[in-house]
């Protein structure tokens, strides 16, 4: 089982946008790995808050390095259509695009169309908006809505499966990995949020970070990039073997 969270830079967002630490010592443009064995029991669970919010289209044309440079939709300046979609000019959007996203992410569906993996359009460069993961070219996209007292009960609905995935009556010990975004989107309920998340974990030991991206394997499938989303990985008390 893999998780992870993209390191980040105190929401500067300048190159190189992240440092990693390990060994005592930091790095830029690297991946800091950790392999934890246990005959614990393990499970990971995650989840976002975002559902549609009614309008969507196709990503026509998309640039980038990642493809993560969205810069048409169904043929239009993506920047035109997304400011149609949340009924707002373009200029504001560009100017506050970062915050803007929040609450307004764009979601891939899964190949049944009721699930979504969420990015988050973070920048605007011209005409074109700069998403924090991937969107293929070609892609179906939908626009996404939530709330921020949602983004607190998807967290706690991530710590319950991940708890049920673990297969454990007690918890001993999890890692967090929480999205930043989603953290300054909460703003003053990060604190309800955490101690909601002690409160269930009881003594169990918990260490985490606010991630610029989270990896972990959405619905069952395999493990993929994403945005705006929770998950934990629960070490249980009972062994697994």
Known sequence: QIIGGSSGDDYELKP???YQIANGKSYTGSVVVVLVASRFRLGI????????????GIAT??????NEVLAEIDGESALRVYSRWIGRNEEEVAKNMLAIGLEYPIGL????GRRYFVKHPAIVDGDKIINFAEIPEGSAIHLLKAKPEETVEATDKALEKAIARAGTAEPLASILIHCAGSAAFLGDRVSESFRKIKARLGKAALIGLNSY??????YGGPVVHQNLTTAFLI?????AF
Request: aromatic share 12%; net charge positive; charged share 40%.
């Open 45 to 56: 669970g995650g989840e976002h808050p975002y559902k549609y919010a009614g309008k969507r």
């Open 213 to 218: 991206g989270e990896q972990w394997p959405r």
């Open 16 to 18: 190189p946008f992240g």
């Open 61 to 66: 044309k998309v640039e980038g390095a990642r």
């Open 235 to 239: 070490i249980g008390k009972e062994k």
């Open 109 to 112: 569906p899964d190949h049944r």
